[in-house]
């Protein structure tokens, strides 16, 4: 048993591809072929690390936009947390006047 080289493929297989690449195209075509795929491969790799590095960058723009953002995020939720507690208070002095305290839920715990 001929042990495998490439892909499954044993060396024998290989040296037919070869020979018959070789009867088909000749002598002098064979390096031209192969230089033109190894350029087609360098295009391919440099075309897909382009989009690589395009979608890193964009991920990072969009990270350093959001880390902006969060100041102006956490002025919002207190705000909001400030307005709330405000309400309750007011609706817990109305209560207490009208005697109906048992009946006032309690504000969710904040959240940090």
Known sequence: MMPLFLFGVSMGEVILIFLIALMLFGSKKIPELARSLGKGVNEFKKATDGIKREFQESAENIKEELKGMEPEIRQ?????????????????????????????????????
Request: net charge negative; aromatic share 6%; no cysteine.
């Open 76 to 112: 919002n939720s207190n705000e909001i947390r400030d307005l709330a507690d405000n309400l309750y208070k007011e609706e817990y002095e109305a209560k207490s006047n009208s005697g109906d305290v048992h009946e006032l839920k309690k504000p969710l715990q904040e959240i940090e």
